[in-house]
Nanobody, 121 residues
């Protein structure tokens, strides 16, 4: 059983930056970040393929967030810049066996417990 483990959440002011980390033991996976704001459904944020490191971003974070991986550490990072209050959410790391990034929740086989990000005005 693979258990992705997130870290790096916290409180940051609008316009600030924060980097989340996700470590997943075992074989290499295609990894993604999702987020869930209070009262809203969990939504795709960014993903990176394990085959060619192709990246995919949600329109709402394109140009502000960067996903990258350190394969030697089996760790994926989400660098978040120019943060806005609407980025406030619980952020979840997910892993899937397939080689392509998918944006649907059901496409992912393993999920972390989540880390909270709060962006204040």
């Amino acid at each position: 059983q693979v258990q992705p483990v997130e870290s790096g959440g916290g409180l940051v002011q609008a316009g600030g930056s924060l980097t989340l980390s996700c470590a997943a033991s075992g074989r290499t996976f295609t990894m993604a970040w999702f987020r869930q704001a209070p009262g809203k459904e969990r939504a795709f944020v960014a993903g990176i393929s394990w085959t060619d490191s192709n990246t995919v971003y949600a329109d709402s974070v394109e140009g502000r967030f960067t996903i990258f991986r350190d394969s030697s550490k089996r760790t994926v990072y989400l660098q978040m810049t120019s943060l806005k209050p609407e980025d406030t959410a619980d952020y979840y790391c997910a892993a899937r066996h397939g080689g392509m990034v998918q944006t649907g929740l059901k496409e992912y086989d393993y999920w972390g417990q989540g880390t909270q990000v709060t962006v204040s005005l």
